[in-house]
Nanobody, 110 residues
Framework: QAQIVEYGGALVQPGGSLRLSCTISGSAFEVIAWHRQAPGKERELVAS????????YYVASVKGRFTISRDDARTTSYLQMSDLKPEDTGLYYC?????WGQGTQVTVSS
């Protein structure tokens, strides 16, 4: 059975950078979507990658700061985040093929 695992979350200062990774076992990624959920808020789509590996969506608040990508083997996806802001704080999830990972926590605070 395919499984998705995210990692790379951390506590980072405002203005800092972080790269999240998401791996899939037992299958390969098709469309990939990174979501996040801040405390007390609904989960939102942050960025997505089409099956050809091209970025197809960024939420307005992260455009120019976040970059979604994947490896050629289609087993690892990355979310490169720069110029992080406190409002980027949340639990970040990877989603593909009706599978969710368990999430990785990103906290942006001084």
């Amino acid at each position: 059975q395919a499984q998705i695992v995210e990692y790379g979350g951390a506590l980072v200062q405002p203005g800092g950078s972080l790269r999240l990774s998401c791996t899939i076992s037992g299958s390969a990624f098709e469309v990939i979507a990174w979501h996040r959920q801040a405390p007390g808020k609904e989960r939102e789509l942050v960025a997505s990658l089409d099956s050809g590996g091209h970025a197809s969506y960024y939420v307005a608040s992260v455009k120019g700061r976040f970059t979604i990508s994947r490896d050629d083997a289609r087993t690892t996806s990355y979310l490169q985040m720069s110029d992080l802001k406190p409002e980027d704080t949340g639990l970040y999830y990877c989603y593909s093929m009706n599978l969710w990972g368990q999430g990785t926590q990103v906290t942006v605070s001084s």
